[in-house]
């Protein structure tokens, strides 16, 4: 069930990394990153968000409207509106955007991606996984409409962010549209998505898992749809492959950075702070960050995959790159 050691890991490398005496100078690649930081200052990232969730939601409430079957849709959109950070959506047209595409562009794949995240965290809340009964604050949506018309509900969202894509991409060729599409599946099937959440399944309780497994099921089951995100976006805005792969690595250190985070606030915020229930992957007798590498050996390691992360925007306009440095530190503060 569980790979072998993986030494070319982000976290064995970390691991390798902290082992080494201190630098006494500081990088060439810590300066730009510095300058890049300072020239963007004046960024208004709390406008950003706001401006770029407004759309998102009008977006995807134009998307799934209420219709018959009223039930299935009602369900569908208990999920999907209820709230939350719209992250992978933001990532997406922030990337886009940052290789010269638009927001028209990038939006119904945005909006596809939020469907799948909401698919993930419907199944994922049921008893027969995680059984959650707290999501974004309110309750799941297994315990509002029930367990059969939750898993329906899931599967709905799923196949609709496809036909969405499909349809109602303008602007893009075919076969860009072909690309995103193959993309998008393979971040959530049996090698991505799922299978981090399989082996997360089975991990629990096992004494066994290390810090290689550990990572294995973040990237596959957190960094992989917001991996997918980024590499949507810049697919969609006419990306090089140079850049598609730069843009790949940012995504893959921001999505371990995420549950790196996620797996701290479980440990050290109460259910009320966070929106769902706290303390429980501790309750699975989950393996965690904290709990293999200690709260603060977690806490350097998320500054580290943060300051990775961006390291990969270095070269870009910088005035472009603005919201994919804020969205990582935005990740990496993130409290809830």
């Not at 691991?15 to 300072?38: F, G, W």
């Not at 371990?256 to 309750?283: C, H, M, N, P, R």
């Not at 293999?292 to 925007?313: T, V």
Request: with cysteine.
């Amino acid at each position: 069930m569980f790979l072998s050691q993986n030494p070319s890991s982000l976290t064995a490398k970390w691991l390798q990394r902290s082992k080494s005496p201190p630098k006494t100078c500081v990088s060439a690649t810590y300066l730009d990153q510095k300058a890049v930081e300072t020239h963007i200052s004046e960024f208004d990232f709390k406008g950003y968000m706001m401006e770029k969730g407004n759309s998102v939601n009008l977006a995807l409430d134009k998307a799934v409207s209420l219709r018959e079957p009223e039930r299935i849709h009602e369900a569908m959109r208990y999920s999907l509106l209820a709230g939350g950070k719209r992250v992978r959506p933001m990532l997406c047209i922030a990337s886009c955007e940052l290789v010269g595409g638009s927001e028209e562009a990038a939006m119904p794949s945005a909006c596809a991606i939020e469907m799948i995240h909401t698919m993930s965290l419907i199944h994922d809340d049921l008893p027969c996984m995680d059984n959650d009964d707290l999501r974004r604050g309110k309750p799941t949506n297994h315990k509002v409409f029930g367990e059969d018309v939750a898993v329906l509900a899931g599967d709905a969202l799923l196949a609709f962010a496809f036909e969405h894509i499909a349809t109602s991409t303008v602007g893009v060729s075919p076969v860009i549209v072909v690309r995103v599409i193959s993309e998008l599946a393979k971040a959530i099937g049996s090698e991505g998505l799922v299978a981090g959440q399989v082996v997360d399944i089975f991990s629990a309780g096992n004494s066994e898992v290390g810090l290689d497994q550990l990572e294995f099921i973040h990237v596959h089951k957190t960094a992989a749809l917001l991996e997918g995100s980024v590499v949507i976006g810049t697919i969609l805005g006419g990306g090089s492959d140079e850049e598609v792969e730069k843009l790949r690595k940012y995504a893959r250190c921001v999505g371990l950075l995420f549950q790196v985070v996620d797996d701290i606030l479980d440990v050290t915020k109460s259910s009320k702070e966070l929106g769902k229930t706290a303390g429980k992957d501790l309750v699975a007798d989950k393996i965690t960050y904290p709990k293999l590498l200690g709260l603060e050996k977690s806490r350097q390691f998320a500054q580290d995959l943060n300051r990775e992360a961006k390291e990969q925007l270095l070269g870009f306009n910088p005035e472009k790159a603005a919201p994919l440095v804020y969205l990582a530190n935005y990740i990496a503060d993130r409290e809830n």
